[in-house]
């Protein structure tokens, strides 16, 4: 295999954090990362099958899941990277957030397009509930050293992401050059008038019905 560019390993890291999954199988030397999203999210993993093109193991495939949901996805080939990454970013199969993790903008981009939503014209967050409390302080961290504050908002028995209005400005500035076009409704400021008209129940529901998880 030959080396990722910059880009492809940004546009990886950011997938990890949100709902992309890396494994290695059985009696193999190399992990490979796989890219499952609902099938309203085709043109989000088209996306990101063109950007990985040089290391995909075959193009997206829908897939019929429990119930009504139609999974779309597709898996890279093994990787070097791909398990420098398994060992940074796994425990016992469990993602967390290495220490001293720093984040960059299109990272950002990425990981908000996969586990992003809104709520309101204000709310923005980021749904971490994934991770442990730790992994999420490392997280916020990595944000308030490229001057965005948040903090953690409960979410049931879990938490998430949420960050402080004066934040959102900054934020949005950061990630909206690499926002693609099918994902535009999530930001602040895209069409604010349908946005308030949600209710809160119904903005966790967007982000429920945007993705089907691999883990």
């Excluded at 999210?41 to 193991?57: N, P, S």
């Excluded at 429990?66 to 060992?87: D, I, K």
Aim: glycine fraction near 6%; hydrophobic fraction near 35%; include cysteine.
């Amino acid at each position: 295999m030959g080396s990722l560019t910059e880009y492809q390993k940004l546009v990886i890291i950011g997938t990890l954090l949100g709902d992309g999954y890396i494994r290695t199988l059985a009696g193999r030397n190399n992990a490979f990362l796989e890219i499952n999203h609902s099938i309203a999210q085709r043109e989000y993993v088209d996306w990101k099958y063109r950007v990985l093109q040089t290391i995909v193991a075959g193009e997206p495939k829908a897939r019929k899941g429990n119930g009504t949901r139609v999974a779309y996805r597709f898996y890279t080939q093994q990787h070097p990277y791909l398990t420098s990454l398994q060992h940074l970013f796994y425990t016992h199969r469990v993602k967390k957030v290495p220490e001293n993790f720093v984040l960059n903008p299109l990272t950002l981009a990425v990981w908000f397009m996969d586990d992003g939503s809104r709520c309101r014209a204000q709310d923005v967050y980021l749904n971490t509930q994934q991770f442990d409390e730790e992994s999420q302080t490392r997280l916020l961290s990595a944000l308030l050293s490229l001057g965005l504050h948040a903090t953690l908002n409960k979410d049931k028995q879990y938490q998430r992401i949420r960050f402080l209005k004066e934040s959102i400005p900054r934020f949005n500035a950061f990630i909206e050059p690499y926002i693609i076009p099918s994902m535009q409704y999530k930001l602040v400021g895209h069409d604010p008038v349908e946005t308030t008209r949600r209710s809160p129940s119904l903005c966790k529901a967007l982000k429920d019905d945007d993705i089907v998880r691999s883990s």
